[in-house]
């Protein structure tokens, strides 16, 4: 028998494979995947620990949003696995591409501790794909392009008696081969198939929509009196902004986004700013008098669809999406052309048929621009001032939109905000603007989950480390989190931590609460969470009048170095729109 080649084990091997594809991991250590971390430094993948397995899976998907460049998570099997999954389920909802590495049973079979990870993982609709020594590395290329393409996390799981396998290196030069050799052939032959990148550089049809479709949304087009252009996320993905830009101007349209596209819009002096509960009520009246609205990359799902009050009757809704989609639930009967692809494509396709459908742009913006300037009626906020002059209510507590409405302007101007996931969400959404879409990641929206906001902090840290990190939760998820408030203070360079603490899982007061269920076990005791960063290392402040936040100030004037939370003692006595909203279409009688 000739000598074999030089060889390498399963998990060196696959570290140099994933660095093809990313260079930034996040993850926890554990029997699974030790060898694997220990492999990443030598493969130039760099690599924040987190205290938590649930925050390696979060910070990935933070920082992919930022980037959109796919990251690592990696956890150990077991325990390790299941602690990621809350986050695996946000991720795969949210459409985060990701590489998720973890340990897994050995091939021979489930040991006494061990779980069928991946059901778990195909109950998310996650795909799990089991590594062996045999054809790695395009096993690896296939997944990372499999979860770029479908925009979903891939897990790839290492076999735990795998995990020091020799694998066949087959660029090297070895001084004999034997060529008859089975497993030599099968490596080389995998060296030589397209990689997952040669694949995503064949081109393929980017639209769908057929002639019949675009001549019913060019003919709606034309004839609109009051149109609008709405965004969503999946037109910022498209590197759409411009063309949304332009065929708003042909149209004469006013522009409005979903919360997740905030910031796209490149003239904003027509923007009517957030559709649904974050969005001004006088805003939403204006788009419920659209009669042809242009939906681009945009879920339209309940809570920016209002429930189904958005649109009014009679609208005629155009929608750009790159997957098959339904018309959206609605209050009132409408017509739905779908025009299925690539956004900017067919954006670009409308654009030069337009002005051989249409004359002149409708005007319909300019009438509104009176309403749309600085103080104009359609971006007044109630800051809550005019109810309670010293930003403090009833209760002694702070009213939260005076507090939002003062952070707004004393947050650094160059920030990344990430919001975890409860009833606060509706201040910072109403409150604070980001430049572009990629700045504001709502976190645990998509599968209603709490807990994930201070799991955020190292991937933004990560993907934008010359920004303040902005990390808003409450009191409940903050606890959820705890652990990782020591991540978030060890790894962002500038963070600053807003904990809405009103002493209560608030979206379960304002609802069940409301109901007249008891609210004995929606109450949280008050939690001195400044003294708790404060003794993690952070600058802590205990928020009780809105002249304390002044120490966010001088925070930011001394250079917005390291890491301060604001703990804002908030009242209960408010309730977001957006929850009354929720209290509404509950038959709650606000």
């Known amino acids: 028998m000739s000598e074999l080649p030089p060889s390498r084990t399963l998990v060196r091997a696959l570290a140099h494979a994933v660095a093809r594809h990313a260079d930034q991991a996040f993850g ?21 620990e987190v205290r938590h397995e649930a925050a390696a899976v979060a910070s990935a998907d933070a920082y992919t949003r930022i980037t959109g460049r796919i990251a690592v998570a990696t956890a150990t099997y ?32 489930r040991r006494p501790w061990g779980v069928d990870q991946e059901m778990m993982a195909a ?5 799990t794909i089991a590594l062996s020594p045999d054809d790695l590395d395009e096993t690896v ?56 990148a040669a694949e995503r550089r064949v081109e393929r049809p980017r639209t769908a929509a057929s002639e019949s479709e675009l001549a019913a949304a060019l003919k709606a087009l034309a004839s609109a009196e009051r149109p609008l252009v709405l965004a969503g996320r999946g037109a910022w993905l498209a590197g759409a902004s411009a063309e949304l830009d332009e065929l708003a101007a042909l149209l004469g349209a006013p522009t409005a986004s979903t919360a997740l596209a905030r910031g796209i819009f490149g003239d904003t002096r027509f923007d009517l700013g957030l559709t649904g509960g974050f969005g001004q009520e006088a805003a939403m009246a204006v788009i419920g008098q659209a009669d042809v609205v242009v939906a681009v990359g945009a879920s339209l799902n309940q809570f920016t669809m209002r429930f189904g009050a958005l649109l009014g009757a009679g609208a005629r809704l155009i929608r750009v999406d790159a997957d098959q989609v339904a018309p959206p639930v609605t209050l009132h009967a409408i017509e739905q052309t779908l025009l299925r692809g690539d956004a900017a494509e067919i954006l670009r396709l409308l654009i030069a048929e337009l002005p051989a459908h249409r004359a002149a742009p409708s005007g319909w913006r300019e009438r ?106 409450g009191d409940g998820g903050g606890l959820m989190a705890l652990a990782d408030l020591e991540t978030a203070i060890r790894t962002a360079p500038s963070c600053v931590i807003v904990v809405w603490n009103d002493g209560a899982y608030g979206a379960e007061v304002h609802l069940y609460g409301t109901m007249g269920i008891d609210e004995t076990p929606m109450r949280i005791p008050d939690v001195d969470f400044a003294g708790i960063a404060a003794a993690l290392g952070a600058t802590g402040v205990r928020v009780e009048r809105l002249a ?17 939370l604001l703990d804002c003692r908030i ?12 209290q509404r279409v509950n038959g709650i009688d606000v």
């Open 141 to 196: 290329d296939r997944a990372a392009s499999s979860a770029i393409r479908s925009r979903r996390p891939i897990v790839l799981a290492i076999p735990y008696d795998l995990v020091q396998a020799q694998v066949l290196d087959p660029l090297a030069e070895p001084e004999s081969i034997d060529l008859n050799d089975p497993a030599l052939i099968r490596a080389l032959t995998a060296s030589t198939m397209p990689s997952a």
């Open 368 to 473: 509104l621009a009176p309403q749309l300037v600085p103080g104009g009626a359609l971006r007044v906020l109630d800051d809550g001032r005019a109810e309670h002059p010293d930003g403090v209510c009833a209760d002694g507590r702070l009213d939260p939109r005076a507090v939002a409405a003062r952070l707004a302007d004393l947050l650094p101007e160059d920030r990344h905000i990430t919001s975890d996931g409860g009833h606060f969400i509706g201040w910072a959404n109403m409150f604070w603007h980001v430049a572009s879409p990629e700045r504001m990641i709502m976190v645990g929206t998509a599968y209603q989950t709490i807990g994930l906001g201070f799991s955020t902090a190292a991937g933004v840290a990560a993907a934008a480390p010359g920004s303040t990190a902005v990390v808003t939760t």
């Open 28 to 48: 926890l250590m554990g029997n699974g995947n030790a060898f694997f971390i220990d492999a990443l430094p030598e493969a130039g993948i760099a690599l924040t």
């Open 548 to 564: 304390d936040l002044d120490a966010l100030g001088t925070w930011a004037a001394e250079g917005a170095r390291g890491t301060i």
């Open 123 to 127: 109950a998310m609709g996650v795909r």
């Open 571 to 582: 009242s209960r006595s408010i309730v977001a729109p957006y929850q009354r909203e929720i």
């Open 78 to 109: 077991g325990a390790g696995y299941t602690n990621m999954l809350t986050a695996l389920a946000e991720a795969a909802q949210a459409r985060t591409p990701m590489l998720v590495v973890v340990g897994d049973e050995p091939t021979t079979g």
